[in-house]
């Protein structure tokens, strides 16, 4: 009975120990070089610009014979709503028009081995031309 004893109390120990609430500072990279502007005769301040961001971001990944593809439009939403900004993905594949896909993140299956050209639309529903387009290139093995 003893040793049920110590045995819960060891556990009950091991249990709150493990339910500290100890969070990893985040690694930031940030580099900050000091300098002495009064010794310089002229200069001009130069003003740091956020970095441009693709208005129509796609991240692929081949698994076997089929692409994973999801994919970020600030501004499109691809939900069934009645909303303006309302769109759709036009797929092509090698050139030839697949289909009309109404989700951000969907799966082209069965590709044949060999190099694809994969190209997409972001098409409004209301308007016939598309706004963004994005391509690249996928080896199925």
Request: glycine residues 6%.
């Amino acid at each position: 009975m003893k040793r049920f004893i110590y045995l819960y109390i060891l556990c009950l120990f091991v249990g709150l120990a493990g339910c500290q609430n100890d969070k990893p500072k985040p690694e930031t990279k940030l580099m900050i070089q000091a300098v002495n502007i009064s010794n310089l005769d002229h200069y001009i301040p130069v003003m740091a610009l956020p970095a441009s961001k693709d208005p129509f971001y796609v991240n692929h990944q081949v698994k076997g014979k089929n692409i994973f593809i999801e994919c970020v439009v600030p501004g499109i939403t691809f939900r069934d709503s009645n909303h303006s900004n309302k769109g759709s993905i036009i797929l092509y594949v090698d050139g030839k028009k697949k289909e009309k896909i109404s989700s951000a993140a969907f799966i082209v299956k069965g590709l044949p081995a060999g190099s694809h050209r994969i190209k997409l639309e972001v098409v409004k529903d209301n308007q016939p031309t598309p706004i963004m387009k994005k391509e690249f290139y996928v080896t199925i093995p």
